[in-house]
């Protein structure tokens, strides 16, 4: 009587760890999960798109580089107030560019290569245009795009 | 309260009949029983399949532009993200191993023998699904190595007499590996495969239940003898509770595997550079790809591919009649363990060959 | 007779070409006139007539290989008389902008300036003139990849004599600039990488004009692409010390055909360093130097330490975009110092240095943000593991508890 009042007792026990290390197996299940699911700061992959500062920061005649995915970009604003965005990378051997409001030009330090406004390549080694990005301004935000 | 619960859903649901059913069924217990573990541990697998592969759905996009970007925000950015994605990639890896040594042991044990033959027929379907999952699902993070692999594995149809072209077109979405295969194969991945497999799976569960665990030969000759030789225990508590363990185990190993092995992300896709160099499969199709190495250019006028892809397609054809070919003969039951084996070293051979000659 | 009527003597003589190679063995003539089938000056309507008189040239012979009629007409004319002949159309802008309205006009003009064209004009028969590198029959644009003045056949081409130790000895010169180019970093951007924006012989020599830069001037070559360390070195001290010394700007570290990648250790005054060509230890200049090696030196291997724990990352499976993204604005920098490096002074070059540094140690820092990542991952998991493995020893305790079936 008393060994079965024993092993009404183990058994209990034994269902309570189940119990208790069960609950810990679902929830080291569930926490993961439930933090997967809650979207994180940064929504969306900048593959196609990506912010590029305020437009206000951006004067007349000056130019920022910013990066869009793992290359850089950057985003001029030319002495007629347009907004024009190429890909920062040089067409001659992969330096990142900078624009010379000097000369009104995107330049290239390595090489002095030159590109125009629209990132044509005008002068120097570089033997290829810079990519074009299309740019849109809201609230203040400059956002590039990826042209498909 | 929880009993006024469940007569409220019990007048409305059979689920007294379902638990009694289950409290009545009964799973043989003998020597080789630990193998009755594999198809379970399959179904496990599947089910952790479908919920990492949800998850992954949450955040992947299905086109060339953006695929890649997508894991990789996966792994980086989203919470525990690294772990949704290796697991999928390990269970997957763990599915297929399951599989073959579910296939293997019914193969062994001659439980395709009647009245199971649907069962195994079912079975073999599910295989070869599983399989194009395996196919199809590994393109997705199109990466370097995964677009030349499926570019490969697809050349492979094209060996096919007269209907090669079209199957190599059917699987591409055009004449070349583009983003057109990725989403046609996405489309497969998620949705056409998952409802035919879920259906068979159905249908294979239905037959199992029916026909309950079969008993291999060999132990029902030493029943007639000796009555220690198979037992019966219930379903509920002692199978599924054992089930259970297996289940979890699988699951620390998953964790386990994906923490210490996680899958990488390689580079982009480049459908204009040349294959980087060691491109291979899966390891579960690498015997298949020795196997065409290894064929000579002809045999007796013949293309050598060629004979090797209908050699497969007859093995699979084979596999898929069994139960409608093999004698129940105690030398028929013999002649299909041997064909077991010889399958199986082979595959393994193979398999061991391709690993040894990849190794740098 | 020069323009009028041509085209149509151009068909007559063509004709004729084409009948006598039928009639004839092959001979020089006939590989001539079969090269001219190729050649630009066909397309502009010039047959043979309009270089070769159709007399016999005063006091020479003729090449001809037969008595045939017209054959001997076709002369070689003599070597000194080359480039005043394609000057006649060359050096005439109204009949050449007929055909190009860009083209330029001066060619001959250089040439006369030109060693070659001084030497020529001397009576010296085996220097170069027009025909030795356009070819005399079959002259293609210069942007036809054939032509051999094309940029990537240019220094074949100018190397058939100044590669050549037995004819360059005749000028007391030596024949080694091709060969020292050819191992150059230029040719290996211009042969191995295709990058047409690398100098060959006639960047810095200058083609018609070919002529060795002065001292003073071959810096302004350099300057047109590498404008970012002329500008530096000229604002620098060295430039007036240069100057003074009669030294040519670039050559003095970089040298002229050989140009190699330059490394950090060249800026040392230890014995054989390019900088110890002039300087010593004791002084402050070679006190900079040791400086700016320093932080060069630091700066480089903070890069390799960074992008070695960035691959062990890599490797473990961890994610390192933005180590990688700083690792490249770290490099950049190591870039722009190394040409800072020619302003010869500590201040400039440091800030920039430190920058890179700064970038390069961030780079670090996000590697090692991701290797603790990964400890954090694996104590999850061993905490998961722990849950896991209490619960299966739980169930398998339940397991062995269940009552023994059958009963």
Same mark, same amino acid.
């Given at each position: ?148 | ?360 | ?66 008595? &045939?009629?017209?054959?001997? $007409? ?8 080359? +480039? @005043?002949? =394609? !000057?006649? /159309? *060359? ?91 050819? &191992?150059?970093?230029?040719? $290996? ?8 924006? +690398? @100098?060959? =012989? !006639?960047? /810095? *020599? ?106 062990? +990352? ?94």
């Amino acid at each position: 009587m008393a060994s079965s009042e024993n092993a009404d007792g183990r058994r209990s026990v034994l269902n309570w760890l189940l119990g208790l290390w069960g609950g810990g197996v679902l929830g080291s299940i569930c926490y993961p999960v439930a933090r997967y699911l809650s979207p994180p700061d940064i929504p969306e992959a900048a593959t196609l798109s990506v912010s590029a500062g305020s437009a206000r920061a951006l004067v007349v005649n000056s130019g920022r580089v910013v990066p869009f995915g793992s290359r850089p970009a950057i985003v001029i604003r030319t002495p007629d107030g347009e907004l024009r965005a190429f890909s920062a990378t040089c067409t001659h051997l992969d330096c990142t560019v900078q624009y010379r409001p000097d000369l009104e030009r995107i330049w290239c330090a390595c090489h002095n290569g030159q590109y125009d406004l629209n990132g044509r390549n005008v002068a120097g080694p570089p033997p290829r245009p810079l990519d074009p990005y299309d740019v849109n301004v809201k609230d203040d935000e400059i956002t590039l795009t990826r042209r498909a | 309260m929880s009993a006024r619960f469940r007569s409220w859903l019990e007048e409305r649901l059979p689920l007294s009949d379902m638990v009694d059913a289950l409290r009545h069924k009964t799973v043989p217990h003998h020597r080789y029983s630990i193998w009755y573990y594999f198809g379970g541990m399959t179904l496990f697998l599947f089910g952790i399949q479908v919920g990492s592969g949800a998850l992954l759905l949450l955040y992947y996009r299905p086109s060339a532009a953006e695929a890649y970007e997508s894991v990789q925000f996966i792994v980086t950015r989203v919470p525990f993200g690294w772990l949704v994605r290796s697991i999928h990639a390990w269970s997957a890896n763990l599915m297929v191993a399951s599989a073959f040594a579910h296939l293997f042991s019914v193969l062994f044990l001659h439980a395709y023998r009647r009245p199971r033959e649907l069962t195994w027929v079912t079975g073999i379907i599910l295989l070869l699904l599983t399989l194009a999952f395996g196919f199809t699902g590994y393109l997705l993070p199109w990466n370097d190595v995964s677009f030349f692999a499926t570019r490969v594995g697809t050349d492979i149809a094209a060996t096919v007499p007269v209907i090669g072209r079209g199957i190599v077109r059917f699987l591409r979405g055009g004449n070349d590996v583009s983003g057109a295969t990725l989403t046609r194969l996405f489309g497969f991945h998620v949705a056409i495969l998952p409802a035919i497999a879920t259906a068979l799976i159905g249908l294979h569960l239905l037959l199992i239940q029916r026909h309950g665990m079969s008993v291999p030969p060999s132990i029902e000759r030493r029943a007639a003898t000796d009555p220690d030789a198979v037992r019966s225990i219930p379903f509920l508590p002692h199978f599924v509770l054992r089930d259970l363990f297996a289940w979890t185990a699988a699951l620390a190993m998953l964790a386990a595997l994906a923490t210490f092995y996680p899958s990488e992300l390689g580079t982009k896709a480049d459908p204009f550079a040349a294959a980087p160099a060691g491109i291979r499969p899966e390891w579960y199709f690498l015997w298949t790809f020795e196997t065409l190495k290894h064929v000579p250019p002809t045999l007796a006028g013949i293309n050598g591919e060629f004979l090797a892809v209908i050699a497969m397609g007859v093995g699979a054809g084979g596999a898929l009649v069994l139960p409608f070919v093999a004698r129940s003969t105690h030398r028929g039951r013999r002649l299909v363990v041997w064909v077991g084996v010889a399958s199986l070293t082979f595959m393994s051979v193979m398999t061991a060959l391709a690993l040894a000659g990849a190794a740098p | 007779m020069r323009r009028a009527g041509r085209a149509s003597l151009a068909g007559v003589a063509i004709a004729f070409a084409l009948v006598s190679v039928s009639v004839r063995a092959q001979g020089p003539v006939d590989a001539a006139i079969a090269a001219f089938r190729d050649d630009v000056h066909v397309a502009a309507g010039l047959a043979c007539t309009t270089c070769h008189s159709s007399k016999p040239p005063a006091g020479r012979g003729g090449t001809s290989s037969s008595t &045939a009629g017209g054959a001997e $007409a076709y002369s070689a004319p003599p070597r000194t008389a080359i +480039a @005043p002949l =394609c !000057a006649t /159309c *060359h050096s005439d802008a109204t009949y050449m902008r007929r055909f190009d309205p860009q083209v330029r006009v001066d060619q001959f003009l250089q040439y006369q300036a030109s060693t070659h064209g001084k030497r020529m004009a001397a009576g010296e028969t085996r220097v170069a003139t027009c025909t030795d590198c356009h070819q005399a029959h079959g002259v293609k644009r210069v942007n036809d990849a054939r032509s051999p003045v094309a940029p990537l056949n240019v220094t074949r081409t100018c190397g058939r004599c100044h590669g050549d130790p037995a004819r360059m000895t005749m000028f007391g010169r030596e024949a080694t600039a091709p060969a020292d180019w050819s &191992a150059s970093v230029h040719a $290996a951007a211009l042969l191995k990488r295709g990058d047409t924006s +690398a @100098p060959t =012989c !006639a960047a /810095c *020599h200058g083609s018609h004009g070919a002529t060795p830069p002065g001292v003073a001037s071959v810096a302004n070559v350099c300057a047109q692409c590498h404008l970012r360390e002329a500008e530096l070195f000229r604002a620098s001290p060295k430039k007036d010390i240069f100057d003074a010394i009669g030294q040519a700007e670039c050559l003095a570290c970089h040298g002229n055909h050989h140009i190699e990648s330059p490394t950090d250790d060249w800026v040392s005054v230890t014995e054989g360093m390019v900088c110890a060509q002039c300087h010593d230890d004791s002084s402050d200049s070679g006190k900079t130097i040791r400086e700016v090696r320093l932080e060069l030196d630091r700066l480089s291997t903070a890069l390799s330490d960074a992008d070695a724990l960035l691959t062990r +990352a890599e490797r473990a499976g961890m994610p390192v975009d933005e180590g990688r993204l700083m690792l490249r604005d770290a490099r950049e920098h190591q870039v722009q110092s190394r040409a800072l490096v020619h302003a010869f002074a500590l201040a400039p070059f440091s800030t920039t240095a430190a920058e890179g540094l700064a970038s390069a140690r961030g780079a670090h820092e996000a590697a090692e943000a991701a290797m603790r990542e990964l400890q954090t991952r694996r104590r999850g998991l061993a905490a998961a593991t722990f849950l896991i493995l209490a619960f299966l020893a739980a169930l398998g305790l339940k397991i062995r508890r269940l009552p023994p079936p059958g009963a």
